[in-house]
């Protein structure tokens, strides 16, 4: 298809239905917008060429399961209608030039770059250059392309805008060379290893399938070789998932990241083992005493946190997989609380007097503790963003109350869109 004829498709209408799809009724024509913005700059770019396409990704929100993935634990994730796009045409060279809006051009020969390069960490080149090592090690069909990107998964929300754009050159090569026959779930395999091996991060998988998976996911990790990935698709029609960024200050909490896994994996040594997933809870409070020399009440606090979060996320997918949203979101509650009160990754240490995250938790807990809905800290903590499940109804004036505290536009609305990874036109 040239680009002409997919500008035509996109005002004549025959994209509409998956667009409403995607991004709900209220949004099609701002998104038509941006679709023919982004053919109009790949063909700035690269020309009118031949089989061009137009693909998109989702961002993710994690819905349950916090700090869990990284001691073989469960999670509960979600495609939403955040998305990366690109407009793309296979070459005949081997080479890779990908254009993301804002930032230059990649060019990337994965023929010569077919392995990890210290000096590429970090760079979006060095993840191009690992999902065509990791297509080609699996057998698949790897070409040379030329596409032009644009996102709106916000940076450093916690909504994971890398994993998606790891996600988008799979979907692209799946698509241009391999006939669409690539499932999603393996393409986000591939993107952790992408991520692990040429990027140099040592990421879970969570991010990659529910970027690429659609609807919601529950994975168990207790096989770090074979997750266990379950895709579900409940009704949520009369709700919208809203995301509260409550800014703060992100510098220096390095250390407080690093020291959920640490505590968690300190708690699993004094044991033997190496994961928390390997220890019953019987054992840690039988052991507490010893614990409390050896690691310290928070880690036994965290530790209490994981092994009572992976119970609460298989009954959450048992409720979601039941249609039982009140069950859901009472788990949803749960989380929340657990993480604040155990994990304890809602405010740092460091600075006590900011507790943005605190904040708004207790501003939905207000707003919505007698309405059908959900609330919780969302994706990391210590600062960032907060999640509701809000009803429809009640949409406007919880964003008003939470932008006029943390400003305008704070709170994010969203939907969870029952598409991961794929090709649109």
């Known amino acids: 298809m040239k680009a002409y004829e997919l500008i035509k498709k996109l005002t004549d209408g025959a994209a509409d239905?998956?667009?409403i799809e995607l991004y709900g009724t209220e949004n099609l024509e701002k998104q038509k917008a941006r679709y023919l913005a982004a053919v109009q700059s790949f063909t700035e770019l690269y020309g009118d060429r031949d089989g061009v396409g137009i693909y998109s990704v989702s961002g993710r929100s994690e819905l349950s399961g916090n700090h869990t993935d990284h001691n073989r634990g469960c999670v509960i994730a979600a495609s939403i209608d955040l998305d990366i796009i690109a407009v793309a045409a296979a070459t005949d060279d081997g080479i890779v030039r990908l254009c993301s809006e804002g930032f230059g051009e990649d060019t990337v020969d994965f023929k010569a770059y077919s392995e990890p390069d210290?000096?590429?960490f970090g760079t979006s080149a060095s993840l191009i250059a690992g999902m065509c090592r990791g297509f080609a090690?699996?057998?698949y069909a790897v070409g040379g392309f030329c596409a032009y990107t644009t996102s709106c998964v916000l940076r450093g929300s916690g909504l994971s805008s890398s994993a998606a754009f790891e996600d988008m050159i799979g979907n692209i090569l799946n698509h241009l060379y391999n006939?669409?026959?690539?499932?999603?779930?393996?393409?986000?395999k591939l993107?952790?290893?992408?991520?692990n091996v040429f990027f140099g991060k040592p990421c879970g998988l969570m991010d990659q399938v529910a970027c690429a998976a659609g609807g919601i996911v529950a994975i168990d990790f207790a096989d770090e070789s074979a997750p266990v990935i379950d895709v579900i698709h409940p009704d949520m029609k009369d709700y919208k998932l809203c995301i509260v960024n409550t800014g703060g200050n992100h510098a220096d909490l390095t250390d407080d990241y690093a020291s959920v896994p640490a505590e968690m994996k300190a708690v699993a040594a004094h044991f033997g083992k190496r994961v928390l997933r390997e220890v019953e809870e019987s054992e840690i409070l039988t052991a507490i005493p010893k614990l409390r020399e050896t690691c310290g009440d928070r880690a036994i606090l965290r530790a209490l946190h994981f092994l009572s979060e992976n119970r609460r996320v298989l009954a959450q997918k048992?409720?979601?997989?039941?249609?039982d949203l009140d069950g859901f979101f009472e788990g949803v509650i749960a989380s929340g609380r657990s993480s604040f009160c155990y994990l304890q990754n809602v405010y740092t240490t460091k600075n006590v007097s900011e507790q943005g995250l605190s904040l708004a938790l207790c501003l939905a807990e207000n707003f919505l503790k007698d309405k059908k809905a959900a609330w919780r800290v969302h994706g990391g903590g210590f600062a960032g963003t907060v999640?509701?499940?809000v009803r429809e109804a009640d949409v406007d004036a919880y964003r008003t109350l939470m932008d006029s505290v943390f400003g305008e536009g704070a709170c994010i609305v969203l939907r969870i869109r029952p598409h991961g990874a794929?090709?649109?036109l």
């Open 118 to 120: 210290g000096a590429k």
């Open 17 to 19: 239905a998956l667009l």
């Open 179 to 188: 006939g669409g026959t690539v499932p999603n779930v393996e393409i986000a």
């Open 318 to 323: 048992k409720a979601l997989l039941s249609g």
């Open 387 to 389: 999640q509701s499940f």
């Open 137 to 139: 090690d699996k057998g």
């Open 422 to 424: 794929l090709r649109v």
């Open 191 to 195: 993107a952790q290893y992408a991520e």
